[in-house]
């Protein structure tokens, strides 16, 4: 608790930074004065355009994806006392997914905010399958696990078959599978910002009862935290957030199993405080990379999926060893 002050500001002054990164890296390089007088819409047209309507927009993308991800996680790890908790592997994004393979297949055919909306709303039925499945008594963090994979499986299958059977470009296809930020608008932003920030606003509101119910079932009861209560709207929240993320970037994944345990390693596990470190670590995350994806093999590049698998897939495998079954 006491280093969370010093992780917070850390947190802004690296996220800050992957921002500058962000908005002056690429194929165009653009100085700081040069960012500035652009910012300020002053500067050269082409510097305007680079800033405002290619560069900022996908920043812009990966922080709301990364830190609804992260936050996702958090939720869910605490809610169902489960370290593999992740909205994409517990299959929350799996409806959004669906929803996203319908509209790229030419299937569902909506705008920015009726796609946001129903693809929030079919994700809030993952959720509402893992807490049925979460609020089942003597049921294992193992199981839980394996029920929810299955359920993302599930999902995945369907969302390939719309994909194969609409014929969707196979490049669009391994953009959205894979987890990519490139191309993406405001159009692609600021209908995710009310999803997000209502998901937010319930993390707030519960993340005191959660962590009363890390104490036990009959000591949160007792405490006036109802668990049932608690645990259902913190896997609601992680449906919003998890569907708002796949709407924004497809299916970037380990960014929710990753940043939580990275929180309580540096703040420690006040879900209150977790709940803020997952946030932004959630954003630095997936705001670096994607940056990584971007300008490591320029003029090409990979999706920024492929780039937190990396690192996330050595991690669950670690904490499924080490701690999901000792």
């Not at 405002?52 to 939720?75: N, Q, S, Y």
């Not at 169902?80 to 669906?98: V, W, Y």
């Not at 839980?144 to 059977?165: D, N, R, Y």
């Not at 959630?282 to 999706?303: H, K, N």
Request: proline share 4%.
């Amino acid at each position: 608790m006491r280093h969370a002050p010093i992780v917070v500001g850390g947190s802004l002054i690296i996220l800050v930074v992957g921002v500058v990164l962000g908005l002056t890296m690429g194929l165009v390089k653009i100085d700081l004065p040069h960012l500035l007088s652009a910012l300020v819409s002053s500067g050269d047209t082409i510097d305007r355009t680079l800033v405002w309507d290619l560069r900022l927009p996908r920043v812009a993308a990966a922080i709301v994806a990364g830190a609804c991800l992260g936050l996702a996680g958090c939720l869910l790890q605490s809610a169902t006392k489960n370290p593999l908790g992740d909205p994409q592997l517990f299959g929350l994004g799996g409806g959004a997914c669906i929803i996203q393979a319908l509209a790229m297949g030419g299937i569902v055919r909506t705008g920015p905010w009726g796609l946001f909306s129903l693809s929030v709303g079919a994700s809030l039925i993952g959720a509402a399958v893992v807490a049925f499945f979460a609020s089942r008594q003597g049921l294992s963090p193992a199981r839980l696990a394996l029920m929810s994979v299955s359920l993302s499986a599930l999902t995945a299958a369907f969302t390939t078959g719309i994909l194969a059977g609409t014929r969707v470009f196979s490049s669009q296809s391994i953009t959205f599978v894979g987890g990519s930020l490139a191309n993406r608008t405001w159009n692609d932003v600021l209908p995710a910002l009310p999803f997000a920030g209502l998901g937010i606003f319930l993390s707030l509101v519960t993340a005191g009862n959660l962590n009363a119910l890390a104490l036990g079932e009959q000591v949160a009861a007792n405490l006036g935290a109802a668990p049932s209560r608690t645990r259902a709207v913190a896997i609601v929240a992680s449906g919003i957030l998890g569907g708002t993320a796949v709407a924004v970037a497809g299916l970037i994944g380990f960014i929710g199993l990753m940043v939580p345990h990275l929180a309580r390693l540096l703040v420690g596990h006040d879900v209150r405080i977790g709940v803020l470190a997952s946030i932004l670590l959630g954003a630095i995350v997936t705001l670096y990379a994607d940056q990584a994806a971007r300008l490591v093999f320029m003029p090409s590049e990979v999706p920024a999926g492929l780039v937190t698998a990396l690192v996330g897939a050595p991690v669950m495998m670690y904490v499924a060893r080490y701690t999901l079954w000792n």
